[in-house]
C-alpha cells in the first residue's frame, strides 16, 4: 500500500526553525524525486522544494535560502529544515512525488507567529 506520513510540525515564533520529516512507501520513494508542498487556508496547494534520488534539489523562489530539503535513501524518508521562518510559512505541508502524486498523506501542520 502506497504511504505518505509527515511530522514534525508544530507551532514556532518568526525566525524560529523546524524539521518536518515523511516517511514513504519504498515503491514511491525509490522511483521518484520527492518534494514537499504546502496549503495555507484559503489558498492552493504549492510547490516547496524537491530533491532527487542523487541529491539534486529545487526549491520554491520564496524559501530559497531559508529551507533545505534532503533525503535518506536507507530510510525512505525526505527533510525539510525550514530556517528563519516567517508568518506566511504557515500552512500544512505535505510531501509526495514531484511527477507522479500518490495518495496523499494527512501532512503537518506549521504554524508561525509573530
Known amino acids: 500500500q502506497v504511504q505518505l506520513v509527515e511530522s514534525g510540525g508544530g507551532l514556532v515564533q518568526a525566525g524560529g526553525s523546524l524539521r518536518l520529516s515523511c516517511a514513504a512507501s519504498?515503491?514511491?520513494?525509490?522511483?521518484?524525486?520527492m518534494a514537499w508542498y504546502r496549503q495555507a487556508p484559503g489558498k492552493q496547494r504549492e510547490f516547496v522544494a524537491a530533491v532527487g534520488s542523487g541529491g539534486t534539489t529545487n526549491y520554491a523562489n520564496s524559501v530559497k535560502g531559508r529551507f533545505t530539503i534532503s533525503r535518506d535513501n536507507a530510510k525512505n524518508t525526505v527533510y525539510l529544515q525550514m530556517n528563519s521562518l516567517k508568518p506566511e510559512d504557515t500552512a500544512v505541508y505535505r510531501c509526495?512525488?514531484?511527477?507522479?502524486?500518490?495518495?496523499w498523506g494527512q501532512g503537518t501542520q506549521v504554524t508561525v507567529v509573530s
Open positions: 509526495n512525488a514531484l511527477s507522479t502524486w500518490y495518495q
Open positions: 519504498g515503491s514511491i520513494f525509490r522511483a521518484n524525486i
